[in-house]
């Protein structure tokens, strides 16, 4: 389906569905963009073929899926991790001990910084970067500490025909270098002598949906190639906040031991840190991606 929202603005086109019921879990919609909550899964047991078919394919159609009351211990939520494929890990940021694929999320009183604040794709400076990443929070502030997340499929089929014809084959360099050295010293994590960088296509088709989303973020993304810096510069602005318009986001209110699990190939996030002093913690379960095409 397709709405013209506004005076000329952006179309959006909901997610495609195959529209079969689903048999073993719940799913209910946050948007018609973007986001759906799933009941009737336990992700502490070992989830049967049936009901990790349902997860994956709520994730295609749904881009990111949450999951309430979810106890889980770093164990349970590593394996659920690695059904979905090998677990990166963080070039930076501090892991749990004795655990180096699940990163630590945590802002308290002490913080100069909290993770995720602006928008991004994870770790999209990494040559191969994550396809998906799984956030577990156990502690939540008494309010706020909302994650948005934004359909970059959507902010796609947005642009004018013009547009697309202009990124179609434009690459884009992501670097890791200004988001993370000295990011995490006052955690104790010393500098690596360099941070992640690569090349990857403005506009990426999913390996499982087969459609495209722009694959551009505020976080990583430094100059687009094959033009002037000038007009790098203005053309990502102008990306920048097309794909930030809230008709493509959805906002999810955390609870403790609530789950979200997004699609980095095409969605991105941003993290709000509006709860100081109080304390937002939790891992993430990051899992790895593929060469972007
Ligand atoms: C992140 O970017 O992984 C952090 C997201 C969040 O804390 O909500």
Redesign the pocket.
């Given at each position: 389906m397709n709405q013209l929202r506004g005076n000329g603005g952006p179309r959006i086109r909901h997610v495609v569905e195959n529209g079969a019921p689903y048999e073993t879990i719940t799913v209910d919609k946050l948007t018609p963009v973007i986001g759906a909550e799933i009941g009737g899964v336990d992700l502490a047991q070992p989830l049967g073929n049936a009901t990790f078919s349902e997860i994956q394919r709520a994730l295609a159609e749904n881009l990111v899926i949450f999951f309430r009351d979810q106890v889980l211990t770093p164990e349970q939520h590593l394996d659920f991790g690695r059904r979905f494929g090998a677990l990166h890990i963080h070039p930076a940021a501090p892991h749990a001990p004795g655990h180096p694929e699940l990163?630590v999320?945590r802002a308290d009183e002490n913080s100069p910084r909290?993770?995720?604040e602006g928008w991004?794709s994870?770790v999209s400076c990494d040559a191969m970067p994550p396809m998906g990443?799984i956030?577990h929070?156990q502690t939540c502030p008494p309010m706020g500490?909302d994650?948005l997340f934004a359909n970059m499929y959507a902010a796609y089929d947005a642009l004018s025909d013009r547009m697309k014809a202009y990124l179609d084959g434009m690459r884009a360099v992501h670097d890791g270098e200004e988001v993370y050295r000295g990011t995490y010293a006052n955690l104790g994590v010393t500098d690596k002598p360099s941070y992640p960088k690569s090349e990857h296509p403005v506009v990426r088709t999913h390996p499982v949906t087969g459609k495209k989303a722009l694959f551009i973020n505020r976080g990583f993304t430094r100059r687009l190639l094959g033009v002037p810096a000038d007009e790098s510069a203005g053309v990502m602005r102008y990306l920048f906040e097309h794909m930030e318009n809230p008709l493509f986001q959805c906002r999810f209110r955390?609870t403790e031991n609530a789950v979200?699990f997004w699609d980095n190939r095409c969605a991105q996030?941003r993290?709000m840190w509006d709860y100081w002093p109080h304390t937002?913690a939790?891992h993430?379960v990051t899992v790895l991606g593929d060469v972007p095409v």
């Open positions: 990163m999320i909290a993770n995720g991004h994870d990443s956030l929070i500490g994650t955390w979200a996030h993290a937002r939790g993430r």
